[in-house]
């Protein structure tokens, strides 16, 4: 499998540097230093680090939230408090936590720690863009009827909080069913919520009823 690629966000230039040099030096290349490249990179395999200062890490990780993105985040700083790294673990679901500049051990150890929950994320990551290229296929109403399926409602409902009639809704139905190439609502759940990690077919009314597993 390959190595992970990473970006650094930090706005001192000498510390970026000596960090990505330390990384380049355990085989990892670096893909960008703006974090404005961030969004095209998703959902590659790559690591943020980003300096923890201010509310820094903060804000990288509501814009990403905001952005529908998910990346593997390692802050890092001089001497953190253990509060602060619990918070960062805890509050912005960061995979580790680095106390920069450190020796070469210290740093594998902390890429380490963190390698399962990151290739965890890089999964998740992958399955998604696989699930939102297949809706990306419907058309917005197909998208509504679907979220009506997964929602448990029947034909009828789906047309009365749509504002359409039972057999165009029959129409979209038919029409989702051929796009995702199944034959039915249970396999569009169950193929859905293979690729989709939000979804969990135990939590959809519709997929309990339709005795689908998950």
């Given at each position: ?8 966000v930090?706005?001192?230039f ?35 680090f980003?300096?923890d ?6 804000e ?17 700083s001089?001497a ?21 500049p ?5 740093l ?24 939102r ?16 399926i ?11 909080d ?22 039915n609502a249970?396999?569009?759940?169950r ?10 077919a ?5 997929a ?7």
């Amino acid at each position: 499998m390959a190595q992970p690629k990473f970006i650094i966000v930090d706005p001192d230039f000498t510390r970026q540097r000596d960090l990505a040099c330390a990384l380049a030096g355990l085989g990892l290349s670096h893909s960008a230093a703006d974090p404005r490249e961030i969004a095209e990179l998703w959902p590659a395999r790559c690591q943020i680090f980003v300096h923890d200062e201010g509310d820094r890490l903060g804000e990288l990780h509501a814009w990403l939230e905001r952005g529908g993105m998910r990346f593997p985040l390692i802050p890092y700083s001089s001497a953190p408090s253990i509060e602060r790294v619990v918070e960062a673990l805890h509050s912005y679901g960061a995979v580790g936590y680095l106390d920069w500049p450190c020796a070469h051990d210290r740093l594998c150890r902390t890429l380490a720690l963190g390698a399962d929950k990151a290739e965890e994320i890089f999964r998740r990551n992958q399955a998604y863009a696989r699930s939102r290229a297949l809706v990306e296929v419907l058309t917005p109403r197909e998208q509504e009827v679907l979220a009506g399926i997964f929602n448990g409602c029947t034909g009828k409902e789906i047309a009365r909080d749509l504002g359409l009639s039972p057999r165009t809704v029959e129409t979209y139905r038919a029409n989702i069913f051929t796009k995702l190439d199944v034959r039915n609502a249970v396999e569009a759940v169950r193929l859905l919520a293979e690729k989709l990690p939000e979804l969990d077919a135990e939590d959809l009314r519709y997929a309990r009823l339709a005795g689908v597993e998950g």
